[in-house]
């Protein structure tokens, strides 16, 4: 499909939210009603999906990886831009119609993008949203910065096994779980799992100052895992399970398990510590080094 009937058929599928301009002009025009949170994300052909995963899903799971980023400042969504690079041997529309579906499932407007042809597909989703009120009507963004030594470090659900099992092609985004936490003034720094609770766990402890302790024994393990694997390194280290990662002011931690008021419990999974560095408890009750690393990007 050339890339004018490609918009066509994107653009018969979007109505522009009131007050703003969308597809087909320039820019979309939108105006922020405070402070805004903006993400990018990308997809790319060998490396976040396989040749023969079906194109919808491919859209979808760079729409959800995208809403995710979101959802870890405990933000709502606004808006969505597109990049699109597309070899002729993939199916655009079904890939367009993959990231609308995840938009409208979380009631985000796509307002515009840019469509070319190229040898391998990326796709580039770019969304903003904005701090939603909490009960005492605050409004606030939740950073990875924010933790303290002392912190709980707590997880929202059971982690590994992703690739394994094609769900790493469903992520989905934890906007409810997230708005809530944020409207807690004891939840002092988020962000969501995509690159596995070594390295991301990491990444909160890095950007906070501090270092980090992990108790394997408590770390969640999803039905996805293989049984005859490692199964605690997978929950650590296989990525993209888009959960949330949050740090939790010890004392509030009572508190916080009897008014959680979704079905998937939380789990308690280690904490921060003053000396910087990733550290692990053996089974021996033994503080040795973190193994893991958890992917990074090449």
């Not at 903003?128 to 002392?150: I, L, N, P, Y």
């Not at 049984?227 to 939790?248: H, I, M, N, R």
């Not at 508190?255 to 910087?276: K, N």
Request: proline residues 6%; negative net charge; contains cysteine.
């Amino acid at each position: 499909m050339r890339e004018n009937e490609l918009i066509k058929h994107v653009r018969a599928q979007v109505t522009d939210p009131a007050e703003t301009l969308g597809i087909g002009d320039d820019c979309c025009v939108w105006s922020p009603r405070g402070p805004t949170c903006l993400s990018t994300d990308t997809v790319v052909e060998g490396r976040h999906f396989r040749a023969n995963d079906a194109a919808d899903a491919i859209g979808g799971k760079a729409a959800g990886a995208a809403l995710s980023d979101i959802a870890a400042m405990g933000a709502r969504p606004v808006g969505a831009v597109v990049a699109l690079s597309c070899p002729s041997r993939w199916d655009a529309p079904a890939i367009m119609d993959g990231i609308l579906a995840v938009l409208k499932k979380y009631d985000c407007p796509l307002l515009g993008g840019d469509t070319t042809g190229g040898e391998e597909l990326v796709i580039t989703v770019t969304v903003w949203g904005e701090a939603v009120a909490g009960a005492h009507g605050t409004k606030r963004f939740v950073t990875r910065s924010g933790a303290q030594a002392g912190d709980l470090l707590v997880v929202t659900g059971p982690l590994g096994g992703s690739l394994a099992s094609g769900r790493h092609l469903r992520p989905i985004p934890r906007f409810a779980e997230g708005q809530w936490l944020a409207a807690c003034p004891y939840v002092h720094a988020m962000m969501d799992l995509s690159d596995g609770l070594a390295a991301d766990a990491a990444k909160l402890a890095t950007a906070s100052g501090c270092g980090f302790l992990l108790l394997p024994d408590q770390v969640p393990i999803h039905d996805d895992v293989p049984e005859l694997s490692d199964q605690t390194k997978a929950a650590c280290c296989d990525g993209e399970d888009f959960e949330l990662l949050v740090a939790v002011a010890p004392e509030q931690w009572p508190t916080m398990q009897l008014a959680w008021p979704f079905s998937q419990r939380l789990h308690t999974i280690g904490w921060l510590v003053d000396e910087i560095g990733a550290f692990m408890e053996n089974r021996s009750g033994r503080i040795v080094p973190l193994p893991w690393t958890g992917f990074e990007h090449q």
